[in-house]
């Protein structure tokens, strides 16, 4: 045996020295280590473009006035602070605010989740004459600006009434503005924000499970809705989950309805559109050495920054905690390719 290997060594290193010469052998090294790089450039890029604006805003929300105007000071500030955020803290009045958006998100986020997984499954198990094209006109609610339904959408809650009943009872229409009732009812009724992405979402989801399984609890007695509950609803957890972060976080972000609808309470995104003037006019009602700071193009940039990143803040805890079960659902709702 020990004969054999050491006969059997200069073979071995024959060939390896041929495949050592071989151009195809160098190719396919070089191709490997070319897609490595591509590979890392692209990643080290997209994270780089996320991730830089945030940097930047922790970056200055951090620094003091004699940090601005000195130039070598870039991204380390060499006097930490937290001035910049006592001030936005007060002058949004940041609790309020936080507790509204919260409150709405998760409103508008429960209502969505609930309609548009029954959308979902309906239009993913139910077939009826015109079943596809009022699917076709659920994808086309996507596609459609929100801008050209605007002035309808404001005169509709603006006189709110349901058969002439609203009118008839309380002699006039409803007015719902500056109540949080045209979201809460556009969510309920599958016109929120982004809700034909999240039927499709379902939908795509749903086609996915084998029949077998409902039919297999029709056999043992189960009916249409109980079969839905015990047995296609837990396994819709995943696309639940993903349906119900990207609710919140829009819901959260979104500015065009929320300066639409409101004036008053003021919400995180609508507080963001007019966080320049409200931290003007706080800082002119502090007297006159607080006014002249407004002067200061860089002194409101980083109130600004700080505004803003007070805005993201509640998302990114919110997004470190769910991080894994966001990324499991994903994975097996099918949104991955």
């Known amino acids: 045996m020990k004969t054999e290997t050491v006969a059997g060594q200069p073979s071995v290193k024959k060939e390896w020295l041929q495949r050592l010469g071989s151009t195809a052998y160098w190719f396919e090294g070089i191709k490997k280590w070319a897609w490595i790089l591509v590979r890392f450039v692209l990643i080290f890029g997209i994270s780089f473009v996320i991730l830089y604006p945030i940097l930047l805003k922790i970056s200055i929300s951090f620094k003091s006035m004699s940090d601005l105007y000195d130039p070598t000071v870039i991204w380390i500030p060499r006097t930490f602070t937290l001035e910049n955020f006592k001030l936005v803290f007060t002058a949004m009045n940041y609790p309020s605010v936080l507790m509204n958006t919260l409150w709405l998100s998760s409103a508008v986020m429960l209502l ?23 699917f076709a006109a659920v994808i086309f609610t996507i596609l459609v600006p929100t801008q050209t339904i605007m002035i309808p959408l404001y005169l509709n809650f603006k006189n709110f009434d349901v058969l002439g009943l609203i009118e008839l009872f309380r002699g006039s229409p409803a007015n719902l503005i500056n109540t949080y ?8 009724l599958g016109m929120g924000v982004k809700t034909g992405l999240y039927v499709y979402i379902f939908r795509q989801f749903f086609r996915g499970i084998p029949r077998e399984i409902e039919e297999a609890a029709y056999v043992d007695g189960a009916g249409y809705f109980r079969t839905f509950g015990r047995i296609i609803l837990p396994n819709a957890i995943p696309s639940m989950i993903t349906v119900m972060l990207f609710s919140f976080v829009w819901q959260w972000n979104d500015s065009f309805f929320t300066n639409m609808y409101l004036n008053e309470p003021k919400v995180m995104s609508s507080m963001m559109s007019s966080s320049g003037f409200t931290i003007a006019t706080y800082l002119t009602g502090g007297g006159q050495a607080a006014a002249s700071y407004t002067q200061d193009p860089f002194f409101m940039s980083m109130m600004m920054n700080t505004s803003v990143l007070m805005a993201i803040l509640p998302l990114i805890i919110i997004y470190l905690f769910v991080q894994r079960h966001f990324v499991e659902s994903v994975e097996r709702s099918g949104l991955v390719g």
């Open 112 to 134: 969505q989740t609930i309609t548009c997984v029954l959308a979902g499954y309906g239009f993913a198990r139910i077939r009826f004459k015109g079943s596809g094209l009022l």
């Open 181 to 188: 009732w045209p979201f809460l009812i556009s969510a309920a």
